[in-house]
């Protein structure tokens, strides 16, 4: 069964950092280009992309403080964000491809004073 893991998050204080970790299982991963996304209270968003090859994409609000990466042998995908805002706070998924994949349970980033 195709499945992703999310880990990491957390509560933290504006200005201060997470690391997201994502283990896939199945085939989920393989070659595909992976996406970090987020969850708030009406409004779903894609954070950062990343293909097979390294190569990376980020949403305006997070270019410049977030940096989204993989490792292909372990199947995983990290997301690490630093310089943390109030309005960072979400739940943040990993998927390939949300219209072809299911969510996996998400884990809680919190940034608040």
């Known amino acids: 069964q195709v499945r992703q893991v999310e880990s990491g998050g957390g509560s933290v204080q504006p200005g201060g950092s997470l690391r997201l970790s994502c283990a896939a299982f199945?085939?989920?991963?393989?070659?595909?280009?992976m996406g970090w996304y987020r969850q708030a209270p009406g409004k779903r968003e894609l954070v950062a992309r990343i293909?097979?090859?390294?190569?990376?994409n980020y949403a305006v609000s997070v270019e410049g403080r977030f940096t989204i990466s993989r490792d292909n042998a372990k199947h995983t995908v990290d997301l690490q964000m630093n310089s943390l805002k109030p309005e960072d706070t979400a739940v943040y998924y990993c998927?390939?491809?949300?219209?072809?994949?299911?969510w996996g349970q998400g884990t809680q980033v919190t940034v608040s004073s």
């Open positions: 998927n390939a491809d949300p219209a072809i994949f299911p």
């Open positions: 199945g085939s989920i991963l393989g070659m595909r280009p």
């Open positions: 293909d097979s090859g390294g190569g990376a």
